[in-house]
């Protein structure tokens, strides 16, 4: 039998579950390893923003989510409870209510941070060009690649361009271990749910799966991670 064999780059976490999955590691070609390491650098950022987010998202208790004189019913209280009993964070009861607005603004706060230090830091260029000076300058630029031009009328042409790899400078903001990691814990999250549900799984995407709920053990299982 053929076995197979993968060659790639993975944070030490996938390699773990990877190993515990059976999986053979067989050459180290380069390791980044970091004496000091950190599990709460971002915590209270992002507990702050976690907090906020789930509050306005109300308690769903129904597909319309909560209804303006819904907090004084018994069966919303109930289920309120129930996320803050189940929350990481310290949610408040009364604050526990559908505010789109609100729950837009949480979430764009906690991508956000994640996606600037995982930004990339060469792209296109465009310049806006009124002088066969200017459109030579940049075509015979020996520091850029990827060049285009368009005559937008008899006066201006744009030009879009990129700057080689070698003349491209760094962005100060990017940190593409804090990326990684961010990201491998995302995947292991997802995959949790997938190693749950094996051939249940219909679709999936970074942050969503569509399974079919035979309900199996399996599905049971599952449903802790709905709406997560």
């Known amino acids: 039998m053929r076995k197979r064999v993968i060659v790639g780059t993975w944070s030490t976490i996938e390699i773990d579950k990877a190993i515990e999955k059976g999986y053979k ?9 970091f004496e000091k390491t950190s599990t709460d650098i971002f915590k209270l950022y992002v507990d702050t923003f976690m907090k ?21 019913d018994k069966e919303c209280k109930t289920k ?9 964070y310290n949610l408040d009861i009364d604050k526990v209510k559908h505010n789109s607005g609100l729950r837009f603004i949480a979430k764009i706060c906690l991508n956000n941070l994640w996606g600037h230090f995982g930004m990339r830091d060469n792209f296109t260029q465009k310049e806006y060009c009124f002088t ?27 030009t879009e361009y990129k700057k080689k790899e070698e003349y491209s400078k760094p962005n100060p903001s990017v940190n593409v271990y804090i990326a990684l990691f961010t990201t491998a814990h995302a995947r292991l999250k997802l995959y949790e749910l997938l190693d749950i549900l094996q051939e249940r799984v219909l679709y999936m995407d970074t942050d969503s799966c569509i399974y079919n709920d035979d309900g199996s053990e399996a599905c049971k299982k599952s449903r802790k991670y709905d709406g997560k």
């Open 25 to 33: 590691l067989q050459k180290i070609y380069e390791l980044e390893h």
């Open 80 to 88: 309120i409870q129930y996320i803050i009993d189940n929350a990481a």
């Open 52 to 72: 906020y987010k789930q509050e306005a998202s109300g308690c769903k208790c129904d597909p319309k989510y909560c209804k303006p004189d819904c907090e004084n």
């Open 132 to 158: 066969l000076e200017h459109i030579t300058k940049i075509v015979f630029n020996e520091k850029y690649k990827d060049i285009s031009t368009m005559i937008l009328d008899e006066n201006i042409v744009l």
